[in-house]
């Protein structure tokens, strides 16, 4: 019989790999390893008899590794820093599982024998066979069938795609062998893995699967049909791989892969102008839905203009809301990435808040983040419990019986790396979704349960991000949120320009006008002005939120009315405060002075443009309580008093 220890070096740090010695009362703590061979070599529990296995299973690099020397080589000795020497017994083995020797030392690795695991000794068809077969005989509905066939459903989806996944003929490949292909050779926001994607495929096949079932049981005289359940499952398949192989790529990627799809798979959509990314699957008749048919209407009060807590639905936020449903059901890591100002927190966490039994715990990471502020939250919302010889981890009872405890991580990819190229944080976060637990102060080996990590970030092209582990990667589902197009933040700020008129009922109808030219007049100053002529060129819909919040905070308290002239004139106010101040060139603010007056004028109809558009163009709080308009020499006169 064997025993197996797993220890990331670089999930703890060196005095809880080895121990530690105090320098006042020259007290030695043992750390996990010295705590492992010191068990092993007391025989207290027949551990002579065994094979002992410790795997060393992270990042190499000579702080730790070197200290290794004289037990890897034939002394077999490790020499504490309290004079103490510990033998290395033949029934232990020690293993370094690692991707990469970049920072390993002559030293270690010529006491090392080597084997070289190439990622082709284990192919696509056999990972999709795998794939197939778990996903075949795992219990995906929670019924515990002890035993018992699966449903069905089950069954019948799995063979209905069968032929489309694997193929019989070794000399051909299948849909899913060459979508696999074509997703690794395109740009994502990550670099993408074979196995990443294929852990994303199936949570995805997963959320597919328990639809089917659930319709049977909904609808126990009329189940799925052959034709019926055929029809639904290979649709099905051509959405996940949509979302699974370029979820992490931009719009114009995805469109390509959708297109390449559908003509490999000779499947045809209802309009042939749209693409497979803006069709949703219906379960109930197996054919393509719009998804902008399940946009509802709607309409907020306007105390709620300046809230920052709502979700607008669109397009957008309905297929990014589904799939990571679907990802979060299948309990995963799963990341956020894009651009500051594209709606990847609000998104994830009202997805989070609108499922049913979880916690969350929300983190902000920063470049100095380590794996104690996960133990802290640990501390605040889980309690230990024993089961057995185990002890576990898990959400306090007083949170919920059976309830998940999801930690967010914002910014995840903020932490920096060490001296040797590794985040000690996200090592840790590897450990506990890879080994399910951890090694605690007290060298006890502690697993975890109900607990769950999600994370959000800027591209890690951007200024302070670290490019993140493959290790912790592959286990993550990523979803690229770009900035929302032009057909969604129309639907986002009319809606919000709409609450903020419901105080001027006369101006109504302006609502429209007020949307179309403020998305115009944005997306017209950020195709023009890049981050790359100067820094703070970097515009993002907060830009737009700021816009209303600012004419909704001018105009609330404007109790004798608001006319036409005047709310153009406001508008055109927070547009040179928005976007002109942070303007360098003279050249530059008069180009976006004239932009934001022929944006006017095409858009508002009706109005005096020349009253309306009068420079000098200020309003301030500084002479009243209410923010009203003032001159030049009105501000100068304050400021001199």
Not at 23 to 43: E, K, P, Q, Y
Not at 393 to 412: H, K, M, N, R
Not at 434 to 460: L, S, T, Y
Not at 574 to 601: G, H, S
Request: proline share 4%; charged share 25%; aromatic share 8%.
């Amino acid at each position: 019989k064997g025993e197996l220890y797993v220890i990331d070096p670089k999930a703890i740090d060196k005095e809880g790999l080895y121990g530690v010695l105090d320098g006042t009362t020259m007290d030695w703590t043992d750390g996990v390893f010295t705590s492992l061979l010191r068990r092993i070599l007391a025989n207290q529990k027949g551990e002579a008899e065994k094979r002992h296995w410790i795997v060393f299973d992270g990042d190499v690099d000579p702080e730790w590794a070197e200290n290794l020397n004289s037990v890897l080589d034939d002394n077999k000795l490790l020499t504490l820093p309290s004079g103490e020497r510990l033998s290395i017994p033949d029934n232990l083995k020690i293993l370094l599982e690692v991707d990469s020797l970049e920072q390993a030392t002559p030293a270690t690795v010529s006491r090392c024998g080597m084997i070289w695991f190439s990622e082709e000794t284990i192919t696509v068809k056999m990972c999709l066979t795998h794939m197939m077969l778990s996903l075949g005989s795992d219990d995906l509905v929670g019924n515990s069938l002890g035993g018992s066939e699966s449903p069905s459903a089950q069954k019948g989806f799995l063979d209905a795609i069968q032929s489309l996944v694997i193929y019989d003929n070794e000399r051909s490949t299948s849909l899913v062998e060459d979508a696999i292909e074509f997703a690794l050779d395109q740009i994502h926001i990550m670099p993408p893995t074979r196995d990443r994607l294929l852990r994303t495929l199936k949570a995805l096949l997963v959320k597919g699967i328990v639809q089917a079932i659930d319709y049977d049981e909904n609808h126990p005289d009329f189940p799925m049909s052959g034709d019926h359940l055929n029809r639904f499952a290979k649709k099905w398949l051509l959405h996940s791989l949509l979302w699974s192989f370029c979820g992490s790529a931009s719009w114009n990627i995805r469109k390509k892969f959708g297109d390449f799809l559908l003509r490999t798979s000779g499947m045809i959509l209802p309009n042939e102008v749209s693409n497979l990314a803006d069709y949703r699957v219906r379960v109930d008749n197996g054919e393509y839905e719009l998804w902008s048919e399940s946009v509802p209407k709607i309409e907020i009060e306007s105390h709620k203009v300046t809230s920052t807590d709502i979700v607008i639905t669109t397009t957008d936020t309905i297929r990014h809301s589904d799939v990571l449903g679907a990802w979060l059901s299948s309990r995963l890591p799963l990341i956020l990435c894009g651009p500051p100002g594209s709606g990847k927190t609000m998104t994830l966490t009202s997805v989070l808040q609108s499922m049913q039994g979880i916690v969350l715990a929300s983190l902000n990471f920063s470049s100095r983040t380590t794996p104690e502020i996960i133990m802290k939250t640990f501390s605040q919302y889980c309690s230990y419990v024993r089961r057995g010889k185990d002890i576990v981890l898990e959400p306090s009872e007083s949170l919920g019986a059976q309830s998940w405890l999801v930690i967010f991580c914002d910014e995840i990819n903020l932490p920096e790396n060490d001296s040797y190229g590794t985040q000690r944080v996200i090592m840790f976060m590897r450990q506990l979704v890879e080994q399910g637990g951890f090694w605690r102060d007290d060298n006890i080996w502690i697993k975890i349960n109900r607990i769950q990590f999600v994370g959000a970030c800027n591209p890690p092209t951007d200024a302070g991000r670290e490019v993140m582990s493959q290790r912790f990667l592959r286990h993550a589902p990523l979803l690229l949120v770009d900035f929302p197009a032009r057909d969604s933040l129309m639907q986002i700020y009319s809606t919000f320009n709409g609450g903020m008129m419901k105080l001027f009922p006369n101006l109504k109808g302006e609502t429209e006008a007020l949307t179309e030219a403020m998305v115009e007049v944005y997306s017209d100053i950020q195709s023009k002005f890049t981050p790359e002529i100067q820094p703070q060129y970097f515009y993002s819909p907060r830009e737009l939120s700021r816009w209303v919040r600012g004419m909704y905070e001018s105009v609330v308290h404007m109790d004798q009315g608001l006319t036409r002239e005047e709310l153009v004139r406001i508008w055109a106010h927070e547009a040179l405060r928005l976007f002109c101040d942070r303007m360098i060139e003279e050249t530059e603010r008069n180009w976006c002075e004239e932009k934001i007056n022929q944006v006017a004028r095409r858009h508002f109809a009706g109005v005096d443009h020349d009253k309306a558009l009068e420079r000098p163009l200020f309003y301030s709080t500084w002479l009243s309580k209410e923010n009203k308009r003032v001159s030049r020499e009105e501000l100068r006169g304050f400021l001199c008093a």
